[in-house]
């Protein structure tokens, strides 16, 4: 067996993360401190020791308040349930935490992790100071169960597809096998054990992930069908418990005292205040109601400003996200067009994306691929390593109404559709209320209708719910859509085009596609991998045009001073107040 290298040295995930103030090539997060001076650092001004004490803290309540645009109800890890929260109330074998040089993965619930020579078995040792929030130890048949439980073709987890490559696991999850035949072990109380089918270089990125985190059996079969519904009936492994729930108003987390690491957790409270508007929650912030705040639109020139002068502290990272336009690709949608790749470029180079991220957000970068910038692959950034696919050509048609509308037209031509262009009509799924939301959905409307002189139907619901049961009723041609990486390598992005994966990608299927996606298991070839997923994307969006980028995701992270070592992960938790501390407020 060969040992793998002790944390913090373990595996880098490397997500090289963009300053506020500093060049984008630089792969460091500038930190604005109290004293107006920048510090090079992913969290706010380190006060942390070794002792576990909060240095600095004197008589401030250990508390913090912040804020979310929305609760989830989903409290299910293997359900991949509110991964920020579940981030910081639960733990798995590894944690993401950002750091001076992006975000790496520390050891959590394993001490140490065994890999064979060839790549194939994993071996996990872990804690055994590691307990439940009710006092039991955090065991080796917990994971085993959470894993177990995640295959189950019962269940129907989206997640199982992760661990896909253990032996036995895609069998017993389409019913051609018996969980008897799926390698995954308890060795003892303290051992946890995986074979793979093939040596997979994406495995250990996925230690991260809430659904690979543990499941207590007992607890979990007790709630039956609630699990996951009503949150008074879970346990907890991480940092904090989620003590108090009020829907669409607060949620309390209380430190967990029995957590391994209990007495380097500094706060003894998180409070987390339901804000839909940027509005509302800025004054919060302004009045001290809030402690953290991650600014939108002309916020963040604000903030910026504020920053400089040494009022607040700030942190601007990268984030593995990408929104997106999915057209109706099974049945060409409302009006049947979306089958059409020159209809569905026409569309997507009619968004000018430069415009749109600052007049509608004030904020992101606008996107011409599908990977995020956040995204590294081989210790450097993908997007470093391959060009955005429609780059040049969307140069080529973009402002340009003649253009477009003659693409439009040409793809009209192709399906043998006689319909004027002015009396297309399309339909545009969206959900939210707020006034971002709107204004969104309004700068759609209006460029598709102006650039290609079509007309476009909002279907405008009220939720996520609703979304979802609009979009699996198919009655859209166009929605709102967005990907946020699980784990850090391409292939994530890529494989959620994947025939059969998702349904909130438009039912993409092609053959070509799949097979390229297939030929990467087992390759460990750096080289030959980077230029399979260049042909993955090239073939996604230049060719077949199955999406439309928008924009990729970032943070900007506004804290009060009194805060001290504020961090943030890209595959945890967003806001990582594990070691967060409150002085002098």
């Not at 907890?236 to 209990?262: C, F, H, I, Q, R």
């Amino acid at each position: 067996m060969k040992k793998m290298k002790k944390y913090l040295s373990l595996i880098l995930a490397g997500i090289l993360v963009t300053g506020l103030l500093t060049a984008c090539s630089s792969g460091k997060t500038e930190v604005a401190t109290a004293g107006g001076e920048t510090a090079d650092t992913s969290g706010t001004t380190d006060t942390s020791d070794t002792t576990g004490t909060a240095k600095g803290s004197g008589d401030s309540v250990q508390e913090l308040n912040l804020r979310a645009s929305a609760f989830g109800n989903n409290y299910d890890v293997q359900d991949m349930g509110w991964r920020w929260m579940m981030a910081e109330c639960y733990e798995g074998l590894l944690r993401d935490v950002g750091g001076a040089d992006g975000d790496k993965y520390e050891l959590a619930g394993a001490e140490s992790i065994d890999v064979s020579e060839d790549g194939l078995t994993y071996t996990f040792h872990l804690r055994q100071n590691a307990k439940w929030s009710d006092g039991k130890p955090v065991t080796a048949n917990d994971y085993k169960y959470g894993w177990d439980r995640l295959l189950d073709p019962s269940k129907g987890y989206s997640y199982a597809a992760f661990i896909f490559n253990i032996v036995g696991a895609e069998e017993y999850y389409n019913k051609k096998g018996s969980l008897d035949g799926v390698a995954i072990k308890a060795l003892d109380d303290y051992t946890f054990e995986v074979k793979l089918k093939v040596a997979d270089p994406t495995f250990e990125s996925k230690l991260v992930a809430t659904p690979l985190y543990p499941t207590r059996q007992d607890v979990a079969e007790a709630a039956g069908d609630n699990w996951g519904k009503d949150w008074k009936l879970n346990i907890y492994n991480g940092p904090y418990v989620l003590s108090d729930l009020v829907e669409d108003n607060k949620m309390v987390w209380t430190k967990n005292k029995y957590y391994w690491d209990a007495d380097n957790v500094k706060l003894e409270k998180v409070n987390w205040f339901d804000v839909a508007e940027d509005a509302t929650a800025a004054t919060m912030f302004d009045n001290g109601q809030l402690d953290v705040i991650n600014g939108a639109g002309d916020y963040i020139k604000k903030y910026d400003e504020e920053a400089k002068v040494g009022k607040i502290q700030s942190l601007a990272t990268e984030y593995p996200g990408t929104a997106m336009l999915s057209y109706e690709l099974q049945n060409g949608g409302k009006s049947g067009l979306m089958k059409n790749a020159n209809i569905r470029k026409a569309i997507s180079y009619s968004i000018n994306r430069d415009e749109m991220v600052g007049a509608v957000y004030g904020r992101y970068t606008p996107a011409y691929g599908l990977i995020s910038p956040a995204i590294t692959f081989n210790e450097k950034t993908y997007r470093s390593q391959a060009e955005e696919p429609i780059s040049t050509e969307y140069k080529e048609y973009a402002g340009d109404k003649t253009k477009l509308q003659g693409l439009f037209q040409k793809g009209l031509d192709e399906l043998g559709v006689k319909t004027p262009i002015s009396d297309v009509t399309v339909v545009l799924l969206t959900y939210g209320s707020t006034t971002q939301n709107q204004t969104e959905r309004e700068y759609i409307k209006q460029s598709l209708e102006q650039n290609l002189g079509i007309k476009v139907e909002l279907n405008t619901v009220g939720d996520s719910s609703l979304f979802t049961s609009e979009r699996d009723a198919f009655n859209f041609d166009i929605m709102t859509a967005a990907w946020y990486s699980d784990y850090n390598d391409p292939l994530d992005y890529l494989d959620i085009f994947r025939t059969g994966v998702y349904h909130s990608y438009g039912l993409y299927s092609n053959t070509d596609y799949d097979a390229l996606l297939d030929s990467l298991s087992g390759l460990k070839d750096n080289a030959k991998r980077l230029e399979i997923y260049q042909k993955l994307e090239n073939k996604l969006l230049l060719e077949d045009c199955a999406a439309a980028p928008l924009y990729y995701a970032d943070n900007h992270y506004y804290i009060q001073n009194w805060v001290k070592d504020f961090h943030t992960s890209s595959f945890g938790a967003s806001q990582e107040v594990y070691h967060t501390s409150v002085s002098g407020k």
